[in-house]
T-cell receptor, first 112, second 115 residues
Framework: KQEVTQIPAALSVPEGENLVLNCSFT??????LQWFRQDPGKGLTSLLL?????REQTSGRLNASLDKSSGRSTLYIAASQPGDSATYLC???????????FGPGTRLSVLP | ETGVTQSPTHLIKTRGQQVTLRCSSQ?????VSWYQQALGQGPQFIFQ???????GRGNFPPRFSGLQFPNYSSELNVNALELDDSALYLC??????????????FGQGTRLTVV
């Protein structure tokens, strides 16, 4: 059974810092892994999708890496801004590939 | 902004009542998945519909049921509402199921409050 964990649970940093958010998953036989952002009370916004054949994916100031052998993915946020404040969730497919299993999220606060 | 829309955005129901939530999938997508998100937790998988058939179900009781229509939009029905059903309900649209190479896109969610 796929299980996903994320550390840290919460993070508060001053504006401009570079950040690393960590995601671990137990079943490495995954087709892809997706990172999402969620603002309070809102739906999920897709940030990056990493295919199993890829090791990295980049979008603007965001970079996500995937290491299937160690069961880890990392989301790197460069030059953080107050607008980056949100909860960041990673999601890996379950054993049957029918749905996503989500981590509990990392709640990020970027202070001006 | 994604092309996935959910309605209504907010809903208040009384314990024991029934509720129907709706989701319009993104154009070109044939898979809809429903998730329940309690406050402070990650979303939990309820079920998935692929080409109008249920294609997997999470650990939710039978009073949670669904439909997918020929245009791939979907409904989530919950009977005999309980207080613990209060949550944000999220709909995700994708092509070919989660196993596919395409991204899943979520709607803005429906906030259900059971009193």
């Amino acid at each position: 059974k796929q299980e996903v964990t994320q550390i840290p649970a919460a993070l508060s940093v001053p504006e401009g810092e570079n950040l690393v958010l960590n995601c671990s998953f137990t079943d490495s036989a995954i087709y892809n892994l997706q990172w999402f952002r969620q603002d309070p009370g809102k739906g999920l916004t897709s940030l990056l999708l990493i295919q199993s054949s890829q090791r990295e994916q980049t979008s603007g100031r965001l970079n996500a890496s995937l290491d299937k052998s160690s069961g880890r993915s990392t989301l790197y946020i460069a030059a953080s801004q107050p607008g980056d404040s949100a909860t960041y969730l990673c999601a890996a497919p379950d054993n049957y590939g029918q749905n996503f299993v989500f981590g509990p999220g990392t709640r990020l606060s970027v202070l001006p | 902004e994604t092309g996935v829309t959910q309605s209504p955005t907010h809903l208040i129901k009384t314990r024991g009542q029934q509720v129907t939530l709706r989701c319009s999938s993104q154009s070109g997508h044939n898979t809809v998945s429903w998730y329940q998100q309690a406050l402070g937790q990650g979303p939990q998988f309820i079920f998935q519909y692929y080409r109008e058939e249920e294609n997997g179900r999470g650990n939710f009781p039978p009073r949670f049921s669904g439909l997918q229509f020929p245009n791939y939009s979907s409904e989530l029905n919950v009977n005999a509402l309980e207080l613990d059903d209060s949550a944000l309900y999220l709909c995700a649209s994708s092509w070919g199921g989660v196993r596919g190479d395409t991204e899943a896109f979520f709607g803005q969610g429906t906030r259900l409050t059971v009193v």
